[in-house]
């Protein structure tokens, strides 16, 4: 049989691989965070005498420590490493316990004196909105982190000429990422004068910006240095960023090592989690099954601080009639500053909320107009040469959702199947029912940040390579597709091409290891400076034997007609020997996007990716329990780099979608969330999960260089809708919010 | 004295936790801590051949037991155990942060029912919380692992 490749996968399967709570420096302490038990209020004194008494504890940080910035945040800075005064959030964090061992630590921390000005906290995003609301961070003036909007077309006068207009509201749960490695950061200064940081996350540049930043000194004074990440799924960005700020606070300060590790209480009580949503939609319909206008209203709970709220409801802005053409919008998309437990990136970034809507509101309108999901679908999808509703015309690339939709259809026997769904037939034990959703979605970022990554290749003068570029392992097998191009390229087998490990100070920042964007950003700039690389070797030896290179193949350098010129070596060696470095630094940017705030008009996103996922399930009619029979998931990804991480990326991302539909909340009472382990919260267990499969489509990416686009989240976004589908199918009723609990 | 991956120890506080005193005394960071409360399955070492969750045991829990951590189950030239290099090979392996516990736990399932259906090892990976996977290429690698053990 064919192997997976991972060039981690020894070290993980025989427990070697160094996580971050497995390093021990020499000398280290640990520190612990002290919490706010108030999701609102003034910090009137602290007093950490009696717990400096404790048994090992050296040292109580505070805010009046920190020697740079109080507040950071990747868009508004608003988020205290430390809280000096004001609270806003049950995970603030008011002082670190510093002691020899983290029990130790642990043990002192009810002995921290803490006096708070209780104020009333807003835990509605309505009520934060009313004109008359508090307003929670003065220096925003407003408790709206963002508004955007879509404005394209009449809605008024195309809803005048509908034949059908449906209304409906759909709600979703807050759910926390469930990497199964809680935070974990180990600081210390180096003999350089260097702060080193080493710690579990996904974006290493912004966790340097938020040390740097609180530290007081410049970005070239923090070398970070990411361990083994055990999941990310984009929560580990901020929260994981702050960890290493506090770690590095108190290293600064005791001029030791100091290592925090969150436990699993902290990470769920603290860590950012992905937006609950309130969506309202009006749709305009035709007795032809044309959709003529939608209007929404979405709202987002951002939460105590800002983190990323404004990209991730930008994402659901441009995405938020789903994957169809529609030609009249009015969208208003509003990130709300509550005093929650903050909101911030998770895998789907903002669609998993909309697709759960777009794709059962689709399957209502089909039914009232008395057509069929497909055919509904097949009508009003966005096809070659479409024009989104953001004005985008989808045409430098192949728009692929009809060729993702019968794929799925054809594996699942959809049409045959959907026929024998129970609808909730009072005679049957057990309720049947199959479903489906499609989507697309934007690659990279978009208008959510600045798209750009570079890739260093420098053979060895052995001949060996080593390759880094600025995206980064999350346990997703980055690394290994990026060795696995690089060989392509260079037609050098994988065993010669080792990854570096990763460091802040050793390639420019290409932002962060999010949105789907490592395979394509990353892979992208490891081709680009393949082919510098390529050309180097070719002009030197075009210069010292007049001979021309044609191909790099299975270790050897062949002419036109495929007649051997030399071996890798040799002209590796020939390129030392005559003083040319073989070493290539390679930058990939794709093409520039355009965005209009006014009219929320403009080319979103570079490219997009299309699929469809189908489940099926039954439904037992006495007791609502739901068990899930097949999952099945059809994605364009461009192209197929590493197959076996490809479908470990469709597998996990359907069964975060199940998860999100059937077991996963994260309601916070008072500001606090309520779950505080996995005995509380249940991110699914094998027994949850049925058998799966995947089909990969291959349509190469004229823009990217290597073809390939993205899986990460697509894989993510849509089994959610597409159980809500089956579980109406299955019992004849509608479930509006996540997690669907079936009413009997 | 307590017997871990072979080797004998006899001096240790009774009152540790299992799960502390192989990662922090003995070094065996193979051996994770995901929620630290028994529900994830992360730490899971073998006890007598039976897969436990070592942060809900104490030392007095395992005295006079032979223990096996991931660390244990490679031999010493480093040839890896069929289930690990299943593990490998049918991508069963992601973050990794599960991994040594979902190897031991099927290690200790091969052990006991060397034919296992997917439904069984589904059944036996339950305790094993694995976010990254969907368990589906998991069950992969063991089928596969039962495969190979048994053409031996
Ligand atoms: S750490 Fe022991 S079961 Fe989770
Ligand atoms: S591989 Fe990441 S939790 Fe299982």
Redesign the pocket.
Known sequence: MEKAFRNDAYAKVTGQAIYTDDLKLHDMLYAVPVYSEMPRAKLISLDGSAALKQSGVVAIITAKDIPGNIRYGQIIKDYPVLVDEDINSTGDVLALIVAQTREQAITAVPFIKIELQPLKPILDPEEAMKPDAEILHPFHCSNLTNYHRVRRGDVATAEKEADLIIEEEFSTSRVEHSYLEPESAICHLRSDGVMEVFGSMQHPFSTRRFVASTLGVELKDVEVKPLTCGGGFGGKDDTAALVCARAALCAWILKKPVKITYSREWSMRESYKRHPYKMQYRMGLNKEGQILSVKARIVADGGAYCSVTPWVTWRSTVQSCGCYEVSNVETDVYGVYTNNVFCGAMRGFGSPQINFAIEQLVEIAAEKLGMDEITFRRKNIVKQGSTTITGQVLDNHIVSLTQVLDAVLKESDYENKRKLCSLGNLNQKEWYGIGLAISYRGVSLGAEGTDVNSAILYVQPDGSVLLETSVFENGQGAESAMILIASEQLGLPLERIRYRMPSTSNIPDGGSTVASRGTIMGGGAVINASIILKQIITETIQKITGKSVAYFKDSKLLDSSDNLIMSWDEAIKLCYDNQVYPYAFGVFQPPQISWNEETGQGNAYFTWVYGCQAVELKVDSQTGAVELLNMIAAHDIGKVINPYALKGQYYGGMAMGAGYALFENCPCENGLVVPTN?HNYHPPRSINLPEMKAIFIENPDPISPSGAKGIGEPANEIMAPAIANAIYHATGKRYHSLPIRIKI | MITVNGFNYYDYDLERKL?LWLREDLSLTGT?????????????VLIDGEPK????LKLKDVENCNIITIEGIALPDGTLHPVQQAFIDAGAIQCGFCTPGMVLTAYALLNKNPHPTRQEVRLAIRGNLCRCTGYQQIIDAVMLAADRLSSN
Do not use: Q
């Open positions: 996995f | 799960s994770k801590i995901g929620c630290d409360i028994g529900v994830c399955g992360s730490c899971t969750l070592s942060c809900r």
